[in-house]
């Protein structure tokens, strides 16, 4: 069983950085995919972000302010959050599966559905 502990999130002005991490309980690292989800107030759930050997996938909403990476000593996963925006308002979560993040082309594991473990969720308010 994987368990995946969140922290980093808080309050930050527009146009302001803000890091989250994602501390993982076995090392999957090298075997994982490692999303990031994002979900407001009565809208779903949407994977922003995912990460294994090195390289990583963003949604357009987010390309070019946020960056994933890898802390491989630590078996920890950053989502780096900068130049934020009211719209990035929401509860953050990692999750994490066993198995590719793409099979090829321009799809991504991007769905909730496709992640088995997930983290408690982190809040990121922006104002």
């Known amino acids: 069983h994987v368990q995946l502990v969140e922290s980093g999130g808080g309050s930050v002005q527009t146009g302001g950085s803000l890091r989250l991490s994602c501390a993982v309980s076995r090392h999957t690292a090298s075997r994982a995919c490692m999303g990031w989800f994002r979900q407001s107030p009565g809208k779903a759930r949407e994977g922003i972000a995912a990460?294994?050997?090195?390289?990583?996938f963003y949604r357009d909403s987010v390309k070019g302010r946020f960056t994933v990476s890898l802390d491989a000593a630590a078996n920890t996963f950053h989502l780096q959050m900068n130049s934020v925006k009211p719209e990035d308002t929401a509860m953050y979560y990692c999750?994490?599966?066993?198995?590719?993040?793409?099979?090829?082309?321009?799809?991504?594991?991007?769905?909730?559905?496709?992640?088995?473990?997930w983290g408690q969720g982190t809040q990121v308010t922006v104002s």
């Open positions: 990460f294994r050997d090195g390289t990583a």
């Open positions: 999750a994490l599966d066993f198995g590719p993040c793409t099979t090829g082309g321009a799809w991504w594991r991007s769905s909730a559905s496709l992640y088995h473990f």
